[in-house]
């Protein structure tokens, strides 16, 4: 079974900084990509963020510049440097892993969000 558990939200002032962090755990091959959602109420998920094992990175327009994306040495946990914060970025954020539980096996497993809040 594989766990993933964000931390780091909370309630900030636009302008202000967030860093949130998810870490994998359990019994599996390998993470391949892991990243950031985020959904807002009434809104669809939307992807906010993204990196490969190898370190490639995508970012969603309206948060580049602002938040960056990056991986630990381990491989199993993924940081979301989040700057410049406005209230429009008020949201749940999920992380996500694609986790190879044996080689030949791709399976997306999802955190239980963390709010994050940006008040004006």
């Known amino acids: 079974q594989v766990r993933v558990v964000e931390s780091g939200g909370g309630l900030v002032q636009a302008g202000g900084s967030l860093r949130l962090s998810c870490a994998a755990s359990?019994?599996?091959?390998?993470?391949?990509?892991m990243g950031w959602y985020r959904q807002a109420p009434g809104k669809q998920r939307e992807l906010v963020a993204d990196i490969s094992s190898g370190g490639s990175t995508y970012y969603a327009d309206s948060v580049k510049g602002r938040f960056t994306i990056s991986r630990g040495n381990a491989q199993n946990t993924v940081y979301l440097q989040m700057n410049t914060l406005k209230p429009e970025d008020t949201a749940v954020y999920y992380c996500?892993?694609?986790?190879?539980?044996?080689?030949?096996?791709?399976?997306?497993?999802w955190g239980q969000g963390t709010q994050v809040t940006v008040s004006s």
């Open positions: 996500n892993a694609d986790v190879r539980v044996v080689v030949a096996t791709l399976q997306r497993y």
């Open positions: 359990g019994s599996f091959f390998r993470i391949d990509a």
